[in-house]
């Protein structure tokens, strides 16, 4: 007993030496370059301004500080009051520029811890739901996400505020799962004010902590429904069919789960998202009213172009969260979805419901944007950890048995069901791969290649229905090819079965398989590694804003004539002024530039332009400066006060 205990904690030891190396490395990665200077248009830009004017009054919400110009409150790229997105993501930046000051790795910092913090919590409630090995492994998939990491470096749309709904939204799966396995109450009252907090980070997607309680809940009822419907038939046949109907009643579940459990968890999330919601309806109910609706208008409107067909989140989406592995991944849940159809076990059932969840709800809304569906990345990627444990698991351990809590072990048979799976996955992708490399390197063959696919299939049918399954025909071609592959194994298996060299040859589809994987985790750390090589940098809107703050009055108002989409918005952040993007080509929109300017000056402004182009323009000088912008190149700006014509 002292020995096994001894050997026991051990390994988890280094369990936890493995886990911490992941994290450690991830974050070390992540904070590689976190700090670029430039600001990014799509979300960052504004989530960056937000945050910033924060720091002076925390409770008041603004993009435009000093709206020098007119604005409409129901257009939130222009606003003053900025209540686009809930406030928890702004607060959270805002902490951290109170602390390491305004700057752009203070923007992200946020977001990189997040990072890690959300890697921890995939661990463990795979942990809980599988196993340690799961745990690891879907941890490392999480840690080291190309799409998180360019979330986090804010080249992705929504950057810190997905990032922030993804890691309270796992807060609150986490407590939830505890409160299934305990039946305490304060679990659920904990999952409840987590998902209130992930309400506050974006909105209506932490709901799917309620639907995952409400899931479990139902699914327990109605076992519960089933068990005492089949012992009172028992009652009624003969005895010699007793024992054989009886082995069809499923065991008592471990699953301390009440109707008042699933309404404590709402009404915390109520009682957490209510002081907010109400002070905005006092403060700001117009912009408050309007935001929320568009909030519900992305189910039946195409808001902001965003409209798209059903099959575009599941086929060009959510393929950019796991590069390489997609259709692996979804092989895996595809065979998890069969296993839970059958036994209704809680691991499946968790992290299904929870996958599906967030999908199914975005693929149907019209309004469909790439990163909704991210807070679906820790159940989807704990399913393929489950399927790589369990085929490594043989041997079936002493339990008390549940239906809900499945054995850590199991038999031989099914660890080779596993390792098929597990094989074929990875073996369809990386043939897929392959052939699709030779078909395009081999010119003899006439098969057309229009990027659809590898050019082994082409359905054109498809394109008015399903056009990103017609674009991204690969995906359907892995998928045909992991079909084809498991039936093969599972030949094999019926024809080896007597065999004694049958376990060499599922060591070999083991073997082969971890090749690839670790091929594919190679490739998958590769893609995040690149992210951070980006590292875009702005250095003359960084010291430039450094003198404006030192030199300029508070009350000046710039208009920009930078055609880069979003420019302003680098000015705005770094100079801490209010800025306005311009378009200056010809004296008609100069013209316009000086009504502008007009109207900026009644208002209290003082007008400058910000000019980077080499336009002259007989409006006074007040700065003229060149940075170095690196390779030894430098970077003129001009800084012109506007002045009334005389």
Not at 16 to 36: D, E, P, Q
Not at 66 to 93: C, F, R, T
Not at 133 to 147: E, K, S, T, V
Not at 333 to 346: F, I, Q, T
Request: charge should be positive.
């Amino acid at each position: 007993m002292i020995f096994e205990n001894t050997f026991i904690n051990s390994k988890n030891i280094h369990i936890k030496i493995i886990l911490l190396c992941i994290l450690i490395a991830s974050f070390v990665l992540v904070l590689r370059n976190l700090g670029h200077s430039k600001i990014h248009f799509w979300d960052e830009g504004f989530h960056a301004i937000v945050a910033r004017n924060l720091t002076k009054h925390p409770l008041k919400f603004t993009l435009y500080d000093q709206p020098w110009l007119e604005y409409d409150y129901k257009s939130w790229g222009n606003n003053h009051i900025w209540l686009h997105k809930p406030p928890v993501a702004m607060w959270q930046i805002c902490l951290s520029h109170f602390i390491f000051g305004i700057n752009a790795f203070a923007l992200r910092l946020p977001s990189a811890i997040s990072l890690v913090l959300s890697a921890w919590l995939t661990f463990r409630i795979a942990s809980d739901l599988f196993d340690k090995r799961a745990g690891l492994i879907a941890a490392f998939l999480q840690a080291f996400n190309p799409f998180l990491f360019a979330s986090v470096h804010g080249y992705r749309y929504s950057d810190h505020i997905d990032i922030a709904l993804l890691l309270w939204v796992q807060v609150s799966c986490w407590f939830l799962l505890r409160g299934i396995r305990s039946g305490k109450r304060r679990n659920y009252i904990l999952s409840g004010v987590a998902m209130g907090i992930a309400y506050l980070s974006k909105s209506y997607l932490a709901l799917i902590t309620f639907g995952l309680v409400a899931v479990v809940w139902f699914v327990a009822l109605f076992k519960r429904i089933i068990r005492k419907y089949k012992a009172k038939r028992i009652q009624t046949i003969p005895l010699e069919t007793q024992e054989e109907v009886s082995d069809a009643v499923p065991d008592e579940e471990n699953v301390k789960i009440r109707l008042s459990d699933v309404v404590i968890q709402l009404f915390a999330a109520i009682g957490t998202v209510a002081p907010w919601t109400i002070y905005c309806l006092i403060k700001y109910p117009k912009e408050f009213i309007w935001e929320h609706k568009r909030v519900l208008d992305h189910l039946n409107t195409n808001v902001e172009g965003w409209a798209a067909s059903w099959d575009r989140p599941l086929f060009e989406y959510m393929p950019l969260f796991y590069p390489f592995i997609y259709a692996a991944l979804f092989a895996v849940v595809l065979c998890l979805l069969v296993v839970m159809l059958r036994h209704w076990r809680l691991p499946e059932l968790f992290l299904l419901a929870w996958g599906i969840g967030v999908i199914l709800p975005h693929t149907l809304a019209q309004t469909k944007t790439p990163s909704a569906t991210m807070i679906s990345v820790p159940a989807l990627v704990m399913c393929l950890a489950a399927i790589i444990s369990r085929a490594y698991q043989y041997r079936w351990t002493e339990h008390n048995a549940n239906e809900f809590f499945p054995p850590r072990g199991i038999t031989e048979r099914q660890g080779l069901l596993w390792t098929a799976i597990w094989g074929a996955s990875m073996l369809s992708i990386g043939v897929i791969s392959i052939g699709g490399t030779l078909v395009h390197s081999r010119k003899w063959l006439s098969l057309a290649v229009s990027g659809k696919g590898i050019g082994f299939l082409q359905f054109d049918s498809i394109k008015g229905f399903a056009p990103f399954v017609h674009k991204h025909f690969v995906i359907v071609e892995q998928l045909i090819a992991f079909g084809l592959l498991l039936a093969i194994f599972f030949g094999v298996y019926i024809l080896s079965r007597q065999k004694e060299w049958q376990r060499w040859l599922w060591m070999g589809v083991r073997v082969v398989a971890l090749v690839l994987a670790l091929f594919y985790a190679g490739r998958y750390v590769q893609a995040a590694y690149n992210v951070t090589e980006r590292n875009a940098q702005i250095p003359l809107y960084v010291q430039s804003g450094e003198r404006i703050q030192q030199e300029m009055p508070q009350n000046i108002c710039f208009f920009l004539d930078e055609q880069r989409t979003g420019a302003h918005f680098d000015l705005m952040y770094y100079a801490d002024r209010s800025t306005y993007p311009l378009k200056i080509t010809n004296e008609a929109e100069q013209k316009i530039l000086e009504t502008k300017a007009k109207e900026a000056r009644q208002a209290g402004a003082i007008p400058y332009l910000f000019s980077v182009t080499n336009r002259e323009y007989s409006y006074p000088l007040y700065i003229e400066e060149e940075i170095d912008v690196g390779n030894g190149n430098k970077q003129r700006y001009r800084i012109f006060e506007i002045t009334e014509a005389e």
